[in-house]
């Protein structure tokens, strides 16, 4: 009897407005990835649906249960809370699932630290430029003027972490972006290495910042 083979733990982050959360939705469907769905504390978008987006709780909720040490990973991002259930991961990687993360550098450096028994692909999804981005905040349900200035301004922070990454990858275009990371997958998951170029992304970065 062969032993049911444990699933990967695939992280994505991006400063925010780069599109990774669509790029996600995009890799959870094929069945056999599963896209994890975190706590948090902010308030819920008007497209946003409590259970599958996020389980959206307060942050007295939020405290308990990280003094119940129930977080894979968590934290505080713009104001609000975000974290991952942790039983809810181990079962689905046990399971045999690929469970993919869609999380900032806090929480990915946080999971990479534990060393957990699964394998870890981690990908930064870096923006084509500063417009792109400023225009994608802006389309989003985000009409404080302020909000989206707040995001602006941590951007140079955010993008530092890329080489924290196993994978940078620039979403100029969402069906090229999502074929690439598709390719990645397939390799890791193979076993394989892939590559990009480094002197790309850094000329990118210094171009964004």
């Known amino acids: 009897m062969s032993l049911k083979k444990k699933g990967a733990m695939i992280v994505f982050s991006s400063p ?7 790029l996600v939705k995009l890799i959870s469907n094929n069945k056999n990835n599963y896209i994890s769905v975190s706590h948090t504390t902010r308030s819920p978008r008007s497209n946003e649906i409590n259970g599958i987006d996020y389980y959206f709780i ?14 894979l990973e968590y934290a505080k991002v713009f104001g609000n809370y975000y974290g991952t259930s942790k039983k809810e991961i181990i079962s689905k990687l046990e399971e045999g699932k690929n469970v993919i993360f869609d999380i900032d550098w806090q929480g990915t450096e946080q999971i990479i630290k534990q060393k957990l028994n699964y394998k870890l692909i981690t990908i930064f999804i870096l923006p084509p430029s500063k417009k792109v981005l400023r225009d994608r ?4 349900d985000m009409k404080d003027k302020l909000i989206v200035e707040e995001r602006m301004n941590q951007f140079d ?4 972490h890329w080489k924290n990454y196993n994978y ?3 979403n ?3 069906k090229f972006c999502y074929k690439k990371i598709v ?10 290495k892939n590559t990009y170029n480094k002197t790309v992304i850094e000329n990118h970065i210094k171009n964004l910042i």
């Open 183 to 192: 390719n990645i997958l397939e390799s890791e998951l193979n076993g394989k």
């Open 172 to 174: 100029d275009e969402l």
């Open 58 to 71: 307060d942050k007295n909720q939020f405290q308990k249960l990280i003094k119940e040490k129930e977080f």
């Open 157 to 160: 922070k955010d993008i530092l």
């Open 16 to 22: 925010s407005g780069a599109g990774k959360t669509t």
């Open 168 to 170: 940078v990858v620039i």
């Open 137 to 140: 905040l802006s389309n989003r």
